[in-house]
């Protein structure tokens, strides 16, 4: 039995050395990928969890705060973030 | 001569003139100018006063509420009949407050009423630290699945209920540090989720709570999550998560004590034309190790397995590229449940859970749903071994964003 100490130590490293290998691996979208607009990424990602929010819901200042609550839930990328965020706020 | 200066004082009446005039128009300009100025200088000010800061506020949040009829039946011959508005699992009213300090760090803190208490279901700073890479830490949820972090509020959920178990087995709620992120890979994306908390706390009798504010031993429980968006529409998500921590008091017993969770999860959403469909899952296992434990019934000692599974599969429709509006926010939920505790413990019984529940989405943050629910359960307590029981609950909910 390995002690707890040893155990998070190998799943730090163990996520440590992927986090980084995909890093240098240049964790790049693709080109369809990044050609995608906030409206198009808006209805893809919400609806995963729930309706797709109305843009008149909240005004351009609490979609921003709103768009940081939600990355750290649905942990969509820095891009699909701001592009969705900058849609909403039309 | 003479003729000179009548040609002087000729010229002198509208040069007078001209001046005069001139210097009256001036006169008026000046002071069109000096209001014009005044009001621009006003304007210039409101608009300072009303300049976005770095800092913003707001709250938002959710309530749910509505009505539960329940009949339970026990093969030991007992039937009990109720109804309420509702019970203390379907009722919450829980504003959340958000505060953003400029695009790096916010402030979530979301208390909760549910008919009985008042607690928190969260409170925590979050800093964005670059692209896939965010640290929390406070009083959160650690990411042990995706239904307690994403799918649990009322509006979200498109069943009246929590699938048993699932939500509340292992406690998912703790003190401790966090680290996530989402990247692309291609035309994939993979998210990771890592926490270091206090973790959970073995009771003498088997049980498992989370250990709260102050630890109960040195040791600290490792949770993480890896989630993978295989499709690049993002519509699939599969993830598998695991828990780790020693959970007895130090000095005690069970100062030995270990458990280990483990869980996978499924969501797969994509349009049919003209139905939407949704598809989730989630299976979870938990595991301590073996210890002897104290029946608080007469105080013997006595030991059982300590395992315990909580699953669901679930599945949505809604039809909403139909053409009557009506139709259109109607949603028809499917759910199969099944929770499974420890054989010969105090607790120990098998449920299967049937939930049914037809929505209507009054705006895309406001849902009515009208459920059954059918729960069949045998108990494998050490006491009460084979007693069963079924329980068939209607409800009627309403669930809102604020």
Same mark, same amino acid.
């Given at each position: 039995?390995?002690?707890?100490?040893?155990?998070?130590?190998?799943?730090?490293?163990?996520?440590?050395?992927?986090?980084?290998?995909?890093?240098?691996?240049?964790?790049?979208?693709?080109?369809?990928?990044?050609?995608?607009?906030?409206?198009?990424?808006?209805?893809?990602?919400?609806?995963?969890?729930?309706?797709?929010?109305?843009?008149?819901?909240?005004?351009?200042?609490?979609?921003?705060?709103?768009?940081?609550?939600?990355?750290?839930?649905?942990?969509?990328?820095?891009?699909?973030?701001?592009?969705?965020?900058?849609?909403?706020?039309? | 001569?003479?003729? &000179?200066?009548?040609?002087?004082?000729?010229?002198?009446?509208?040069?007078?003139?001209?001046?005069?005039?001139?210097?009256?128009?001036?006169?008026?300009?000046?002071?069109?100018?000096?209001?014009?100025?005044?009001?621009?200088?006003?304007?210039?000010?409101?608009?300072?006063?009303?300049?976005?800061?770095?800092?913003?506020?707001?709250?938002?949040?959710?309530?749910?509420?509505?009505?539960?009829?329940?009949?339970?039946?026990?093969?030991?011959?007992?039937?009990? =009949?109720?109804?309420?508005?509702?019970?203390?699992?379907?009722?919450?009213?829980?504003?959340?407050?958000?505060?953003?300090?400029?695009? =790096?760090?916010?402030?979530?803190?979301?208390?909760?009423?549910?008919?009985?208490?008042?607690?928190?279901?969260?409170?925590?700073?979050?800093?964005?630290?670059?692209?896939?890479?965010?640290?929390?830490?406070?009083?959160?949820?650690?990411?042990?699945?995706?239904?307690?972090?994403?799918?649990?509020?009322?509006?979200?959920?498109?069943?009246?209920?929590?699938?048993?178990?699932?939500?509340?087995?292992?406690?998912?709620?703790?003190?401790?540090?966090?680290?996530?992120?989402?990247?692309?890979?291609?035309?994939?994306?993979?998210?990771?989720?890592?926490?270091?908390?206090?973790?959970?706390?073995?009771?003498?009798?088997?049980?498992?709570?989370?250990?709260?504010?102050?630890?109960?031993?040195?040791? =600290?429980?490792?949770?993480?999550?890896?989630?993978?968006?295989?499709?690049?529409?993002?519509?699939?998500?599969?993830?598998?998560?695991?828990?780790?921590?020693?959970?007895?008091?130090?000095?005690?017993?069970?100062?030995?004590?270990?458990?280990?969770?483990?869980?996978?999860?499924?969501?797969?959403?994509?349009?049919?034309?003209?139905?939407?469909?949704?598809?989730?899952?989630?299976?979870?296992?938990?595991?301590?190790?073996?210890?002897?434990?104290?029946?608080?019934?007469?105080?013997?000692?006595?030991?059982?397995?300590?395992?315990?599974?909580?699953?669901?599969?679930?599945?949505?429709?809604?039809?909403?590229?139909?053409?009557?509006?009506?139709?259109?926010?109607?949603?028809?939920?499917?759910?199969?449940?099944?929770?499974?505790?420890?054989?010969?413990?105090?607790?120990?019984?098998?449920?299967?859970?049937?939930?049914?529940?037809?929505?209507?989405?009054?705006?895309?943050?406001?849902?009515?749903?009208?459920?059954?629910? &059918?729960?069949?359960?045998?108990?494998?307590?050490?006491?009460?071994?084979?007693?069963?029981?079924?329980?068939?609950?209607?409800?009627?909910?309403?669930?809102?964003?604020?």
């Amino acid at each position: 039995m390995r002690t707890p100490i040893k155990k998070i130590a190998i799943i730090l490293i163990s996520g440590s050395l992927l986090m980084i290998s995909l890093t240098f691996d240049g964790c790049k979208a693709s080109q369809m990928v990044s050609n995608k607009t906030g409206a198009q990424l808006w209805s893809e990602n919400c609806q995963r969890c729930h309706n797709t929010p109305s843009p008149n819901s909240f005004s351009p200042e609490q979609w921003e705060t709103v768009g940081l609550h939600m990355q750290s839930r649905s942990l969509i990328t820095d891009e699909e973030r701001n592009k969705i965020v900058a849609f909403l706020k039309q | 001569m003479r003729q &000179s200066q009548t040609l002087i004082k000729w010229m002198i009446f509208p040069l007078g003139f001209l001046i005069s005039t001139n210097i009256a128009r001036a006169q008026q300009t000046t002071t069109v100018d000096s209001a014009l100025l005044e009001r621009v200088s006003a304007l210039e000010q409101q608009v300072a006063n009303q300049k976005q800061g770095e800092s913003h506020f707001m709250v938002a949040g959710l309530a749910t509420f509505g009505f539960v009829a329940n009949t339970t039946t026990t093969t030991s011959g007992g039937k009990i =009949k109720t109804n309420s508005f509702p019970d203390m699992d379907h009722f919450e009213f829980s504003p959340l407050f958000l505060w953003r300090h400029g695009s =790096k760090f916010l402030l979530e803190f979301e208390p909760s009423f549910d008919g009985t208490s008042l607690g928190v279901n969260w409170a925590d700073v979050s800093y964005f630290v670059a692209p896939g890479l965010i640290l929390r830490a406070g009083y959160l949820v650690t990411p042990f699945g995706t239904y307690s972090k994403r799918l649990a509020a009322g509006w979200i959920d498109k069943l009246p209920t929590d699938p048993t178990g699932v939500a509340d087995y292992p406690p998912t709620t703790d003190f401790g540090f966090e680290a996530e992120g989402g990247f692309p890979i291609g035309s994939m994306k993979w998210n990771y989720d890592i926490s270091l908390t206090n973790g959970l706390q073995l009771l003498p009798d088997g049980e498992l709570q989370s250990a709260g504010v102050v630890d109960n031993n040195k040791n =600290k429980t490792v949770t993480a999550r890896l989630g993978l968006l295989p499709i690049s529409n993002s519509s699939l998500e599969i993830g598998i998560s695991g828990m780790f921590g020693t959970v007895g008091d130090a000095n005690s017993p069970y100062e030995n004590a270990k458990s280990q969770s483990y869980a996978a999860d499924l969501n797969y959403v994509k349009l049919f034309n003209p139905i939407l469909v949704n598809i989730k899952g989630q299976y979870n296992y938990t595991f301590v190790n073996s210890q002897n434990y104290i029946n608080p019934l007469d105080l013997s000692v006595y030991t059982f397995d300590n395992k315990t599974t909580s699953g669901f599969a679930q599945v949505s429709i809604r039809p909403t590229g139909a053409g009557v509006t009506f139709v259109k926010n109607l949603e028809l939920a499917f759910r199969y449940g099944k929770y499974v505790t420890p054989e010969k413990s105090l607790w120990g019984q098998k449920s299967d859970i049937i939930d049914i529940s037809l929505d209507y989405w009054l705006t895309w943050r406001t849902v009515f749903k009208i459920g059954y629910q &059918s729960d069949k359960s045998t108990s494998t307590a050490i006491e009460n071994t084979g007693e069963e029981a079924k329980s068939e609950s209607l409800f009627i909910q309403f669930a809102i964003q604020l």
